[in-house]
């Protein structure tokens, strides 16, 4: 059974730093990409970052641009989001997802992690 495990959320204060984690288990798994996907209350969930592992090709959200870089290494199934430089509206739960092969959708979530700016 495939498990996406996030840690690293938190209470930070705007303008502050957080690092999120994600960690697959699961014999069977393997991923052409890795994501994050966050959700506020009351929104529609937004994609964040992913990384593609066949050439290490980086993708980012409008809104964090500049802001939140997203690592990993394909070997351990593991990815990374450093975000710096948090606003207000970062505050969300933030979700790590991984898609299985080209074309396809994502379909391996975890459970989310919560991320609280403050003021």
């Known amino acids: 059974q495939v498990q996406l495990v996030e840690s690293g959320g938190g209470l930070v204060q705007a303008g502050g730093s957080l690092r999120l984690s994600c960690a697959a288990s699961?014999?069977?798994?393997?991923?052409?990409?890795m994501g994050w996907f966050r959700q506020a209350p009351g929104k529609e969930r937004e994609f964040v970052a992913s990384?593609?592992?066949?050439?290490?090709?980086?993708f980012y959200g409008d809104s964090v641009k500049g802001r939140f870089t997203i690592s990993g290494d394909n070997a351990k199934n593991t990815v990374y989001l450093q975000m710096n430089s948090l606003k207000l509206e970062d505050t969300a739960v933030y979700y790590c997802?991984?898609?299985?092969?080209?074309?396809?959708?994502?379909?391996?979530w975890g459970q989310g992690t919560q991320v609280t700016v403050s003021s």
């Open positions: 990384i593609r592992w066949t050439d290490d090709r980086l």
């Open positions: 997802a991984a898609a299985p092969r080209r074309g396809s959708a994502y379909d391996n």
């Open positions: 699961g014999r069977s798994f393997s991923s052409f990409l």
